[in-house]
């Protein structure tokens, strides 16, 4: 069974919003290890893995320089799930998004969610 499992990703156009959540069926993930931060990266064909946002236990962000106050990434309370609100979206946003959560015992992955955006 997946710890991590992203939604919300699919096709959209130019100017346009997606959220996409990150969850852990059933709770698994509490009961493997223990949170202590969690965010999203993305992946674009022919580059690197690069940081969208990440958010601390005590609720610190950080976001990388090309999200310019579009996107805002939340956690509940109980940790997942792990939202990224993105607006105002542009061709250059196009990428597999990935959940990340970095644990006690390691790092963790999601599979991943397609998001296009079409110019």
């Known amino acids: 069974q997946e710890l991590l499992v992203e939604s919300g990703g699919g096709l959209v156009q130019a100017g346009g919003s997606l959220r996409l959540s990150c969850t852990s069926p059933?709770?698994?993930?509490?009961?493997?290890?223990?949170?202590?931060?969690m965010g999203w990266y993305r992946q674009a064909p022919g580059k690197q893995r690069e940081l969208v946002a990440l958010i601390a236990n005590g609720g610190a962000r950080n976001y990388g320089d090309f999200v310019k106050g579009r996107f805002t990434i939340s956690r509940d309370k109980a940790n997942f799930p792990v939202n990224l609100q993105m607006n105002d979206l542009t061709s250059e946003d196009t990428a597999i998004y990935y959940c990340?959560?970095?644990?006690?015992?390691?790092?963790?992955w999601g599979q991943g969610t397609q998001v296009t955006v079409s110019s």
């Open positions: 059933g709770g698994i993930f509490s009961r493997y290890d223990v949170v202590y931060g």
């Open positions: 990340y959560v970095r644990g006690r015992r390691g790092d963790y």
